[in-house]
């Protein structure tokens, strides 16, 4: 069965461009999650999809990211435009249940997104 | 909100040795999670224990839980060199979806 998967793995773009990362869930999975970790800092929730509705989007810096999950399946995390400070390494999970019997998230491989 | 925060940081020690790291956290959980990051790879799920739960193991991990005190430890034993990583521990409070994270250890296994 295939992870969670991730493209792209590195991106690098100017300040002020448009980036879209991607984030195929493990098939199955209602639930899809968006963390960031800023370089020497730790793991931030972004937010977090039930299927294709936000559950919750607290985690979300400012209106220059939005995130879609169109289907329930894929989900997509646009930023527009990038600034320097977005930089860091995006993770998406998927996960059946959280807080329930099957807790485990599972992790892509991550998104190091550079701006400069 | 509650956010794991592991000590130590960063931790050396030699092949065949124990390695244990603390996490400390804030407020009440459903259940505590210990995740594995190899260098430029992605989160592994190692091990979990519920609120309820004081002890458990997997293979070579220990983990304990203190809710009394909001913390647990990862013991890892007979440490090998692939347990090179960063290791992170993550809550899921009740009624709570998420993951909360804290800073990570950074263990390296000297051969």
């Known amino acids: 069965e295939a992870g969670v998967t991730q493209f792209p793995s590195h991106s690098v773009i100017e300040k002020g461009q448009t980036v879209t990362l991607r984030c195929d869930p493990i098939s199955g999975h209602d639930n899809l999650y968006w963390y960031r970790r800023v370089m020497g800092k730790e793991i931030k929730f972004l937010l977090h999809f039930v299927k294709e509705s936000k559950q919750d989007e607290s985690g979300m810096p400012n209106n220059r990211f939005l995130a879609e999950r169109t289907g329930g399946t894929y989900s997509t995390l646009k930023v527009q435009p990038a600034e320097l400070e977005d930089s860091g390494v995006y993770f998406c999970?998927?996960?059946?249940?959280?807080?329930?019997?099957?807790?485990?998230?599972?992790f892509g491989q991550g998104t190091r997104l550079t701006v400069v | 909100s509650q956010q794991g925060e592991e000590d130590p940081q960063a931790l050396s020690i030699q092949e065949g040795e124990n390695a244990t790291m603390n996490c400390s956290y804030k407020t009440s959980i459903n259940n505590l999670q210990w995740y594995r990051q190899n260098s430029g790879r992605g989160l592994v799920h190692l091990i979990l224990i519920r609120s309820n739960e004081r002890e458990k193991h997997s293979g070579r991990l220990r983990v304990t839980l203190d809710t009394s005190k909001k913390s647990s430890s990862l013991l890892i034993t007979a440490s090998r060199a692939a347990d090179t990583a960063s290791y992170f521990c993550a809550t899921v409070a009740y009624g709570n979806n998420r993951l909360a994270f804290g800073k990570g250890n950074q263990v390296v296994v000297i051969p």
């Open positions: 999970a998927s996960s059946q249940k959280m807080g329930g019997l099957r807790t485990e998230a599972f």
